[in-house]
């Protein structure tokens, strides 16, 4: 993972920005100070489980719309080498 370019393609998107709008639940852009990432967990997290957690929550959510025939939550991440 050290000194690789972030490859955008293998996410299915184009831009950093739709990048970050996967991890939205993680993830912000701060208003204040510039295009700053900033993290929505707090610093002193007991357990890193919350990520399971959200991802099974996102994970449900896309099935539940998929199941309503809602096509624009399909994930198009791809594998490296394909």
């Given at each position: 993972?050290?000194?690789?370019?972030?490859?955008?393609?293998?996410?299915?998107?184009?831009?950093?920005?739709?990048?970050?709008?996967?991890?939205?639940?993680?993830?912000?852009?701060?208003?204040?100070?510039g295009r700053v990432i900033r993290p929505?967990?707090?610093?002193?997290?007991?357990?890193?489980?919350?990520?399971?957690?959200?991802?099974?929550?996102?994970?449900?959510?896309?099935?539940?719309r998929l199941d309503m025939g809602d096509?624009?939550?399909?994930?198009?991440?791809?594998?490296?080498?394909?």
């Amino acid at each position: 993972y050290y000194k690789k370019a972030l490859n955008l393609k293998l996410f299915g998107v184009e831009s950093v920005l739709e990048l970050l709008a996967l991890i939205r639940d993680t993830m912000v852009i701060a208003k204040r100070g510039g295009r700053v990432i900033r993290p929505l967990v707090p610093d002193d997290i007991e357990s890193f489980g919350i990520f399971a957690m959200l991802t099974e929550d996102a994970r449900r959510e896309r099935v539940r719309r998929l199941d309503m025939g809602d096509e624009s939550v399909r994930l198009s991440v791809k594998e490296p080498g394909h």
